[in-house]
């Protein structure tokens, strides 16, 4: 619901302590409209599971400003003219 209102805004799944297991599969089939799922073995993350979520967010900051300076320039006549645009899909096994 909160797209309708501001549509830039990027949300997703964080689940924590999953010890050695993956994300669930129902995320694949029920979060299709989540920009990013993660999950973590522990509470506390490792440093590996820290650098991958931080990288994570960084891009997502970045799409974010990328998605708002589109929406609301969409009507400049000065707007960047893009010819592409494509949701990345990243999948990462730890």
Do not use: A
Request: positive net charge; aromatic residues 12%.
């Amino acid at each position: 619901m909160h797209k309708n209102v501001t549509p830039y805004v990027r949300y997703g799944n964080m689940i924590g302590n999953r010890k050695n297991r993956s994300l669930p599969g129902r995320l694949y089939r029920h979060g299709t409209n989540f920009d990013f799922m993660i999950s973590f073995k522990d509470f506390q993350l490792s440093s590996e599971e820290r650098m991958m979520f931080l990288d994570l967010i960084k891009k997502e900051i970045i799409y974010s400003k990328q998605i708002e300076e589109m929406i609301y320039s969409s009507r400049l006549k000065s707007r960047k003219q893009y010819n592409l645009l494509q949701k990345e899909l990243r999948v990462e096994e730890m």
